[in-house]
Each structure stands twice: as structure tokens, then as C-alpha cells.
């Protein structure tokens, strides 16, 4: 089932995903997130920390899986995933850093680490909630435009509008990594809830197709259509073309 809620402004959408993490949190003793990065998410990661500074959230039990990371970026590196997460978001909680988990970018074997990947979300029950953003191309995670569905946790190549998309971030697009390791989409579809976010008029013909169009690998996100429990918060520009 597709809930889609519209809001006026990204700020309130971006609060109301807060409020459905939230729920999720308070109402399981040992809670499992799966969370994304990106521009689109910061807003609703902000407010999780204000709900934590404010003394009514805690996220001591939880345990969080990311969809995705650069190949050849570690940790450290100020555009790798999980810097970005440790900055955004698990260093101003009282998260146990060691239960938060992002894919490996920088194994000697990709393949295994992969696998790994997907053993261990399958190991601790699979995801409460699992977030998303959406590309312009309508990849999720970074489960590009393809001719199928990739089930497993992968090496994928990114394509050049996402490149284009993520130049912004780097020095410049020769920078920008050629390849990521992403959740593939058995793992996004096994999750008990999801939440997709999107922004934007850039994002509205992708909200489009994903929404009304076929159930199409060359739009990955058109894939939800299946899950029995998503939850599409949109502002208004990311709506226009519904």
C-alpha cells in the first residue's frame, strides 16, 4: 500500500518522517533502521537530534543499516557515507557506533563483503523502517536503471546522471567515484515499513513514474508499488506532476 502525504514545505514533510522513525524507535525494544544519505534526508535527521536533545527519544538499542558507499573511500574521507553519517547523525546521539553498519567501500573483496552485508541484515531481523531518497533516474540506494531487478547486496557502476548529481559534492566530476556497493532490493523490500522522501521539482517526473507508471527495472523505485507498507512523504514541488 502507497500512503502518499503531501506537505507544503520540505521542513514538514521532513518533520513527519522524523515522527514515523520515531514510533518505530519508542515502540520496539531493540529497533533496526535503515537509513540513507543524501541531501533529502538531512532535515528529518535534524530532527531526530532535536527529539534526542530534547530528552524524549534515546537511541541506545537501536542498531542501523545503510544502503550504500563509494568504492575507494574509507571512513575517514569527508565524502564517504559513513563520514557522512557519523556527522549528520550518530555523533549527536547516544547511538553505540558499533551498532551501526555501512557497507564496506574499500574491501580487497567486494563480492564477500557483499554477501556479508546481506548475512548480517538477514541476521538481525531485517529493517523496522528503511529510508529512502530517489534519484532523478528513480534509483534507490544506488540500484540504478537496469534491465532487472538485482536481489543482493552489489557493485554497481554509476551512471553519468548520477555523477552528474554527486559532482557538487567533490572538487570536481573526476573526483567523483565511478562505483558504489549498494543494498539491493530484496533487502529494501524485506524491510517491515518504508520511507520514501522526496523533494523538489527535480525529483517530480521520477515521484511520477515511480508512483503511476509500470513496475519497471529502468525505474528501480517503481518497485515499491509491490511492498505492502510504504510511506511517500512529498513537498509540493516533488508532487507537481501527480
Do not use: W
Request: glycine share 8%.
Amino acid at each position: 500500500m502507497m500512503d502518499v502525504r503531501i506537505f507544503k514545505s520540505a521542513q514538514e514533510a521532513a518533520q513527519a518522517g522524523a515522527n514515523l522513525i520515531e514510533e518505530v524507535v519508542l515502540g520496539k525494544d531493540q529497533p533496526i533502521l535503515g537509513l540513507a544519505t543524501g541531501s533529502t534526508p538531512i532535515p528529518m535527521y535534524q530532527a531526530l537530534i532535536q527529539k534526542y536533545e530534547a530528552g524524549t527519544l534515546s537511541f541506545k538499542n537501536v542498531r542501523t543499516f545503510n544502503l550504500d558507499e563509494y568504492i575507494g573511500l574509507d571512513g575517514a574521507h569527508d565524502q564517504s557515507y559513513r563520514y557522512f553519517m557519523n556527522t549528520q547523525l550518530f555523533d549527536h546521539l547516544d547511538i553505540d557506533h558499533a551498532n551501526t553498519h555501512v557497507p564496506s567501500g574499500i574491501g580487497a573483496d567486494h563480492a564477500a563483503d557483499a554477501k556479508a552485508y546481506d548475512e548480517a541484515i538477514e541476521a538481525a531481523g531485517g529493517t523496522d523502517i528503511q529510508v529512502l531518497g530517489i534519484g532523478n533516474n528513480g534509483h534507490i540506494g544506488f540500484n540504478e536503471p537496469a534491465e532487472v531487478f538485482i536481489k543482493g547486496t552489489h557493485i554497481v557502476d554509476l551512471t553519468d546522471s548520477t555523477i552528474d548529481a554527486n559532482t557538487r559534492f567533490f572538487a570536481s566530476r573526476d573526483e567523483v567515484p565511478r562505483q558504489a556497493i549498494t543494498m539491493g532490493m530484496g533487502a529494501i523490500m524485506s524491510a517491515r515499513k518504508v520511507l520514501l522522501l522526496a523533494f523538489g521539482p527535480a525529483k517530480a517526473q521520477a515521484i511520477r513514474d515511480t508512483l503511476c507508471g509500470d513496475i519497471d527495472p529502468r525505474v528501480p523505485a517503481s518497485i515499491l508499488q509491490l511492498h505492502p507498507n510504504v510511506v511517500v512523504l512529498l513537498d509540493e514541488d516533488a508532487a507537481s506532476l501527480l
